[in-house]
């Protein structure tokens, strides 16, 4: 039986998968601060996905959200 479902080669070791999902302490204002860019260095994964935390659409979506703000500091 495969150890994993698509082989095709040798997997980093320390490549095992993760995601996020707010703890119970989490508040609305922590996904701001997660968001926020430090210096020129702007945050966008699975992470910071508003109501999709955790998933690929949160991904997609905080990836648009920094590229939007990357737009703006650029666009000012």
Do not use: K
């Not at 926020?36 to 109501?51: I, K, M, T």
């Not at 999709?52 to 650029?74: C, N, P, V």
């Amino acid at each position: 039986m495969p150890t994993r479902c698509c082989p095709r080669g040798p997997m980093p070791p320390l490549a095992r998968g993760a995601y996020a999902e707010p703890g119970p302490a989490w508040q609305d204002t922590d996904l701001e601060l997660l968001r926020r860019p430090v210096g020129g260095l702007y945050f966008a994964g699975e992470y910071a996905g508003d109501e999709f935390i955790g998933l690929m659409e949160g991904a997609l979506r905080s990836g648009e959200h920094a590229a939007l703000q990357l737009a703006a500091r650029f666009n000012s």
